[in-house]
DNA sequence: GTGGTCTAGACCACG
DNA sequence: GTGGTCTAGACCACC
């Protein structure tokens, strides 16, 4: 289900922190129900339960799920769906293109490359 | 000139190289005139000469620049390494907006807003 | 089982990162298995941690070796980057060879040669 | 004539060294005649007098070039032509054939190139 | 003066 | 524990 990338540059806790957020936007992990446990995660993925710690505390500050003590972490209901995952997919855009700035790909070939991919992409 | 930013995740050798790569390729920098010195660069932005040798060693690397020894580092021709880099660089955006795609966002939000982080960035 | 040689006009950086690629290259260091820690192999070779961290630096962007942050380094799976070195390799050796050919050196002692240096610099 | 390149790790002085040492054993300058003069040949390649005047050392220092005070620097009458310039040539082979090596190249390949080449060249 | 290499020692993030 | 980054200071070859 999850995949870590080794290579990136983020860390894992990172990594793992925002699939899960992507699987809860999509209602895959519902409103309400448990998260895999720490150390359940630990082991499917095979990492130290510390990072999936590190991951979960992270969705927490972000308000993605609430800890029950005792009992486990919980998928929080959830606010503003849509623009939590179109702020990031921007936010990501943006990290993409800054590479084309630095490479010098002018913003007429961008644009015109996006609107190829997209109508090939959709149709 | 060059603004460096002790908060942004990649390394200061990083940032300082991505910098000159852009003024490079916008022929601030010309091809074969002499890159500032790594003294006087270190100096300049008061950190490490390490640091900046680092930054250096990256561009040589990246077939940027070509290091005369005795005298100096100077900007390389341009050559095809440029389209090798485009080439990523459009790979990679396929990948980024078939994301886009999927949750749905149209096309014109996305060259509107492709416009919008290129003004930003470029000013 | 690596020896520096300080009279080399290689660096050092360089000439372990070479040796290592040629332990990789024989599969000595197998694919996916951990390198020497960086901290080891300084101590090992009694050099400063820097100049291995600069070797295991140039693997890494030649493609040999790929980190994980807080584990260690590792050896890449073998890949096409190798193709492409060859083919630089032979275009070398073709250049190498046509100066052999033009002050008339025989073909056969260009092989026989060619197998005396093999043997010596792979024992 | 003679054409520096900067890429290489060699010195220039000894680059031109090398040039001027092949030109010797080519019989293009001449035994007994005047090299070109220091101040003259810094002008033509427009680099530095005292890197010449390095070059020149070194050739005299391996006895191919003798200096007259006052006048200038001649060319030695020769001994060993053909072996001097395949020694050069094996030397080069075996810095070639290191990096051969050093990408894991088996030898039967190399065999099996070099006999290519040299008959595609020789033909 | 230039770039390049190396050491020593420190700090950080990550697992 | 691991790798990665940075500083400070030194030395070298080269021009």
């Given at each position: 289900?999850?995949v870590?990338d080794?290579?990136?540059?983020?860390p894992?806790?990172?990594?793992?922190?925002?699939?899960?957020?992507?699987?809860?936007?999509?209602?895959?992990?519902?409103?309400?129900?448990?998260?895999?446990?720490?150390?359940?995660?630990a082991m499917?993925?095979?990492?130290?339960?510390?990072?999936?710690?590190?991951?979960?505390?992270?969705?927490?500050?972000?308000?993605y799920?609430y800890?029950?003590?005792g009992?486990?972490?919980?998928?929080?209901p959830?606010?503003?769906f849509?623009?939590?995952e179109?702020?990031?997919?921007?936010k990501?855009?943006?990290?993409?293109?800054?590479?084309?700035?630095?490479?010098?790909?002018?913003l007429?070939?961008?644009?015109?490359?996006?609107?190829r991919?997209?109508?090939?992409?959709?149709?």
């Amino acid at each position: 289900m999850i995949v870590l990338d080794y290579q990136d540059r983020r860390p894992i806790y990172e990594q793992i922190a925002e699939k899960l957020q992507v699987l809860i936007n999509k209602d895959i992990l519902e409103v309400n129900t448990q998260m895999p446990s720490v150390r359940k995660l630990a082991m499917d993925l095979s990492i130290n339960p510390n990072t999936i710690q590190r991951a979960y505390a992270l969705l927490e500050s972000k308000g993605y799920i609430y800890p029950i003590k005792g009992r486990g972490n919980f998928v929080s209901p959830k606010k503003d769906f849509i623009n939590e995952e179109k702020e990031q997919f921007f936010k990501n855009l943006k990290a993409q293109l800054q590479q084309g700035i630095d490479i010098g790909i002018p913003l007429s070939e961008v644009l015109a490359r996006t609107e190829r991919i997209y109508k090939e992409e959709t149709s």
